[in-house]
């Protein structure tokens, strides 16, 4: 369940254009941005680029290029959508910006689409310099104001002045979540830990989810999996063979024997662990109010059930899906 710690290029790259206001275009054999009007926006001086991601698309000179890859050798850049390079073509690999800080790679070479070797830095593209040394074997995106980073094969935290916050001692650092806290590895194990190194939990996590809702699921040895705040605080003890994501702050669990159960944020189980069926997403494309929201559950011997998020049952032995032009039984709708 946790999110795997790696620098994919590809996923940096090329990925869903938001907000694209420029198109890329080649004029001779050079490319550039042009708006909608098939002006050039930003000048065809590049012999690749990629699309635009919100703000910013890379650039590339003297690289050489392969149908459907990234381009090898060159110099790479950033640029914004008003054409300006804010990120010099000073690097052997630039990704995209997070929280204004771009990594980019010092002395790499890329290779089947990712970089392999070289340094990691960041440059901040409101002023396009250097804001943290190259000093990194691989860096993460900026999240919450921290990056996790790896020096010599130990992943540590930085913020965004380069200064770190957790050195680089652990086999793994995750993303920043909550804006406070990570995910530790030591020894094979997980610990919950605040951004300046506290540790909120000890290392006792064979497994863990990102946070939502300031909880997250957490699994021990035994594969069973339990409920933990964003100070560390078990929620819920370990007990559940698998668990879902939280929607409208419930989440189904399921017990060892299989069977269906819902628990909400607080560590409440609304629903015991007796069913054999549930809505995969809680709320989600089913009856709600104002001031409630309703889901299903099924059980051969109950029948199908309507719950709302209190855990309250509304009505039992009724339909799962309705069609507009059925009518819904009064007793759905008495709370």
Request: glycine share 12%; charged share 20%; hydrophobic share 40%.
């Amino acid at each position: 369940m946790r999110k795997i710690l790696s620098f994919s290029v590809l996923l940096l790259l090329v990925g869903t254009v938001v907000g694209q206001s420029l198109t890329a275009k080649k004029e001779g054999k050079k490319w550039g941005f042009v708006n909608e009007r098939d002006s050039f926006v930003v000048a065809s001086l590049y012999d690749a680029v990629g699309e635009f991601v919100g703000s910013y698309a890379w650039v590339n000179q003297g690289g050489k290029v392969k149908k459907g890859n990234l381009p090898v050798g060159g110099k790479w850049g950033l640029v914004n959508e008003d054409g300006e390079l804010v990120c010099p073509l000073e690097y052997e690999f630039v990704a995209l910006p997070s929280e204004e800080l771009v990594a980019v790679n010092v002395g790499g070479a890329m290779s089947d689409n990712n970089m392999q070797g070289g340094k990691w830095g960041y440059v901040d593209v409101r002023t396009g310099k250097l804001a943290v040394s190259a000093d990194y074997d691989k860096v993460g995106n900026f999240y919450n104001g921290a990056a996790w980073v790896v020096k010599n094969g130990k992943s540590g935290l930085i913020n965004k002045n380069g200064q770190a916050t957790i050195d680089c001692i652990y086999e793994s650092v995750s993303d920043c979540y909550n804006n406070k806290v990570v995910w530790l590895k030591k020894d094979g194990k997980y610990a919950l830990s605040s951004t300046d190194g506290q540790l909120l939990t000890d290392f006792v996590y064979a497994d863990y989810s990102g946070f939502a809702d300031d909880v997250a699921w957490v699994m021990n040895d035994e594969s069973l999996y339990g409920l933990i705040n964003g100070k560390g605080e078990i929620l819920l003890q370990p007990r559940y063979i698998r668990v879902g994501p939280f929607y409208n702050n419930v989440a189904a669990v399921f017990s060892k024997a299989g069977q269906i159960g819902l628990v909400n944020t607080m560590g409440k189980e609304i629903a015991r662990t007796v069913y054999s069926g549930s809505s995969q997403r809680f709320g989600v494309s089913q009856f709600k109010t104002s001031t409630k929201i309703f889901s299903y559950l099924t059980q051969p011997n109950l029948g199908n059930s309507w719950i709302d998020q209190d855990g309250k049952v509304i009505a039992r032995g009724v339909k799962i899906a309705y069609k507009i032009t059925d009518v819904i039984p009064d007793a759905l709708w008495d709370f």
